[in-house]
């Protein structure tokens, strides 16, 4: 094999090495978002006796109770927490198998996009795609089991694979995969409707202007008008539970994407001003590459407007990764075929970047759901009649799955304030924090010593007195790379 195809394979062979060396390193264990309730599924399920049955009855509740309705996320549940309910150290690097088979599907559209020539096509499938470990929030779908998003991503290439194979080849069949990989997305989470329109908004464009395979536009406007339609009816007459806090009000869209995170607001500009370029490149036969490419922005455009009704925040903007980065592979293309000295620069800045973000985010998060375990072990180790343990806000979540794990009560502290009135005075109380918890007000009540503390986490006793009222908040120690995760991490 020429270096030009092997270095790519190379390259994102160590990479998935590197990243699963680390989970066996440190032997992640479940989080604290989700994995206690997902694990309780699991096991009512297989233990009803009647696996499908049970399974649908949750699928139902969860539309019923929360108006999501989700069965393809909800039998994942049912399979990976039964399975591994004592390796999840293993399903971490299942997900990670899953979540790099997204990632060279979409380095497979990235060629057809692009129309790369064959010394390029193992660069886009194999190297390029490691870039979206840059944005940082891709790093959530590895380091947090439960979320849905991964399975956005893949069935996102999926759809993108077949969709532009329908048109390269002009066979109206592999739209077929494409609808299957739409209500795959919109099965595991509703964000995946953004796919219909994405698709319908690129026919419409191709019916008007760019006439580049009318027949297929007809076909997917359509299909993906239908299945829109279909899908907002749906939504509507189950807006409930967690689903209804979804507003579809102008002011509220408004009020959040003028609220979204800043270089949110760039990346929307930036998309909007390629949609522009390749829209006005098309029409005048001036685009080097596939009309297709279109897709890119608008992908990232019609996410964007899916979530903006309801929030725009970090952990669901993982699904938006490939969009982030794709968008910029032709100023990528263009360096590396501009001369060999600046394309080798570029491939060394991004393998530089790639496995600068995997050492200082990826690694604390996994070295961090290997503390959870550590603490939790303390605390179960613990009489169980003999302590009373409280925890800081602002994760509630957290307090309900501590208390899972370890079979304890911990009692979170709503409002961030502990008074002598919650201490209990026939047990030995203390205090839980770890590296997230927000300053607790002690009324009345004041800290002694740490009986426990790793990386993230630290336990202190507590005693009473009448006169203290002072501010509570746990150091931990940060070296360069912390500091440098928490930065990013707010980003």
């Known amino acids: 094999m020429k270096l030009s195809k092997s270095w790519p394979v190379i390259t994102c062979a160590a990479f ?17 978002q989700d994995d206690a309730q997902s694990l309780g599924i699991a096991r009512l399920i297989w233990e009803s006796g009647h696996f499908w049955a049970s399974l649908w009855e949750m699928i139902q509740g969860d539309l ?62 194999f190297f390029f795609p490691l870039s979206f470990f840059i944005f ?30 329908a048109y390269r080849t002009d066979r ?10 739409i209500f795959l997305g919109l099965l595991s989470k509703p964000t995946g409707i953004y796919l219909t329109m994405t698709f319908a908004g690129f026919a419409v464009m191709d019916l008007l202007f760019f006439k580049y395979n009318k027949r297929i536009s007809l076909w997917v406007l359509s299909v993906n008008a239908a299945i829109f339609i279909a899908y907002y009816w749906f939504i509507k007459m189950n807006l409930r539970g967690y689903a209804g806090q979804y507003s579809l009000s102008p002011g509220s869209i408004i009020g959040n994407l003028l609220h979204a995170p800043l270089v949110i607001q760039f990346l929307i500009l930036m998309a909007l001003l390629m949609s522009f370029m390749v829209v006005l490149k098309t029409i005048y036969k001036k685009n080097p590459f596939s009309p297709l490419v279109l897709l890119i922005p608008a992908g990232f455009l019609s996410y964007v407007l899916v979530l903006a009704p309801w929030r725009l925040v970090n952990y669901l903007f993982s699904a938006l990764t490939p969009y982030v980065l794709i968008m910029f592979f032709p100023l990528f293309l263009w360096c590396r075929r501009k001369n060999k000295g600046l394309g080798l620069s570029v491939n060394v800045s991004l393998v530089f970047l790639v496995f600068m973000s995997f050492f200082f985010i990826s690694v604390p998060r996994i070295s961090k759901l290997a503390d959870i375990h550590r603490a939790e072990t303390f605390i179960a180790s613990s009489e169980k009649s003999q302590y009373q343990y409280f925890f800081p806000p602002p994760f509630s ?25 919650q201490y209990d005075d026939k047990r030995i109380n203390r205090l839980i924090v770890n590296d997230e918890a927000a300053p607790v007000t002690l009324k009345g009540v004041q800290t002694g010593k740490t009986v426990y503390q790793n990386n993230t986490w630290k336990i202190v006793e507590l005693s009473k007195d009448g006169k203290n009222t002072e501010t509570f908040k746990a150091d931990f120690p940060k070296n360069f790379a912390q500091r440098l995760k928490s930065f990013l991490r707010d980003l």
Not at 89 to 111: H, M, Q, R
């Open 16 to 32: 998935f090495a590197l990243l699963t060396g680390a989970y066996l390193y440190y032997w992640p264990a479940w989080g604290l």
């Open 64 to 125: 019923a109770s929360w108006g999501i309705f989700r069965p393809v996320y909800y039998f994942s549940v049912a399979v990976n927490y039964h399975f591994f309910k004592d390796a999840p150290w293993l399903l971490y690097i299942f997900v990670a198998i899953f979540n790099f088979c997204a990632i060279l599907i979409w380095g497979k559209v990235i060629t057809r996009l692009f129309a790369l020539t064959e010394d390029e096509k193992f660069m886009g499938i």
């Open 136 to 165: 940082t929030p891709f790093w959530n779908i590895f380091t947090h089991i439960s979320f849905q998003e991964k399975y956005i991503v893949l069935f996102s290439a999926a759809a993108f694979y077949f969709f532009e194979k």
């Open 172 to 181: 109206a069949v592999f739209l077929a995969p494409v609808v299957a990989s």
């Open 397 to 421: 979540e957290a307090a309900e799955a501590i208390g899972t794990f370890t079979s304890r009560k911990i009692q979170y502290l709503q409002d961030g304030v502990l008074s002598e009135k």
